[in-house]
């Protein structure tokens, strides 16, 4: 069993930057692989990245390339989403997920693959 809490969403102008955590309790956090989604409103949750158990390995949705960064820290039990020039249509509830490794296929981008979730931070970016 794995508990996520994320935090650290919150109002910023547009170009400005947030970093996202999500603390992680129960056992072996380093075994799964972690990943990022976000939902705006009215539309259908999506992959925003994810990195590998290990943090070997890491793959971004084309929409966030280039701008937001996914990185964990097994020691603290915490992955981080730092996210930079932010524009209006990232604004989004934004929620991490926990992926068995042997449930998919690298990288898992579909909300199926994804045994555990945590509740989600809401972006707010204004232009």
Known sequence: QVRLVASGGGFVQAGGSLRLSCAASGRSFYNYHMGW???????????????????????????????????RDDAENTVFLQMNNLTPVDTAVYSCAAADPLGGTWPQRNLREYDYWGQGTQVTVSS
Not at 43 to 71: H, L, M, N, P
């Open 37 to 71: 989604f976000r939902q705006a409103t009215e539309k259908e949750r999506e992959f925003v990245a994810i990195i590998s158990a290990r943090g070997g390995s890491i793959f971004y949705a084309d929409s966030v390339k280039g701008r937001f960064t996914i990185s």
